[in-house]
């Protein structure tokens, strides 16, 4: 039976739990399988745009195209192996605001793990104020402290690493 039903009574999630749950249907239409990502950015409880991960438009997919795999060796001699075709969902959402005209500026983002480096500067710099994730990212501790550094309210559903394929 559902979740949300107690003792014959409803129990609406969250705000946090419904839009995580946006989130994760989102992340169904990712195109890659390495980390299937989506996300939501809303504000004042209304929600504004939605990303997933995904090829840039006109381009192929991984799942049809196979992955773009390189490594990158990082300072401290790590080599990690990173899918290349694919625009992060965080990325995206912040790209379908600009089509449409929307600004996020003030808005919390909701998504299933940390969000990289890359994407951490961008939010930064749309003027994101929370970030929401279901999960920790595997190398995600820059992007924490660019947050705090930031002023933004960073929140973990769950105190752990999301696994996925790598």
């Known amino acids: 039976m559902d979740d949300y039903i107690k003792s014959g009574t409803d129990k609406r999630p969250s705000w946090d739990d419904y839009f995580m749950?946006?989130?994760?249907?989102?992340?169904?239409?990712?195109?890659?399988?390495?980390?299937?990502s989506g996300c939501v950015i809303a504000?004042?409880?209304?929600?504004?745009?939605?990303?997933?991960?995904?090829?840039?438009?006109?381009?192929?997919?991984?799942?049809?195209?196979?992955?773009?795999?390189k490594k990158i060796t990082h300072g401290n001699g790590e080599v990690t192996e990173h899918c290349m075709r694919t625009v992060h969902a965080e990325q995206n959402a912040i790209c379908q605001a600009a089509r449409i005209g929307v600004s996020i500026?003030?808005?919390t983002l909701y998504t299933r793990?940390?969000?990289c480096r890359t994407c951490a500067m961008l939010l930064i710099n749309?003027?994101?104020k929370r970030v929401v994730c279901e999960r920790k990212y595997h190398q995600g501790e820059e992007s924490e402290s660019m947050f705090k550094e930031?002023?933004?309210?960073l929140v973990y559903k769950h105190n752990e690493h999301q696994q996925y394929y790598q």
């Open 126 to 128: 749309c003027g994101i």
């Open 113 to 115: 793990m940390t969000p």
């Open 150 to 153: 930031a002023g933004i309210e």
């Open 105 to 107: 500026s003030g808005a």
């Open 21 to 36: 749950e946006v989130a994760n249907a989102i992340s169904k239409r990712a195109t890659c399988d390495r980390g299937k």
């Open 43 to 69: 504000k004042e409880r209304q929600f504004i745009v939605s990303g997933y991960v995904g090829s840039p438009s006109g381009f192929p997919h991984c799942d049809d195209a196979g992955h773009h795999i």
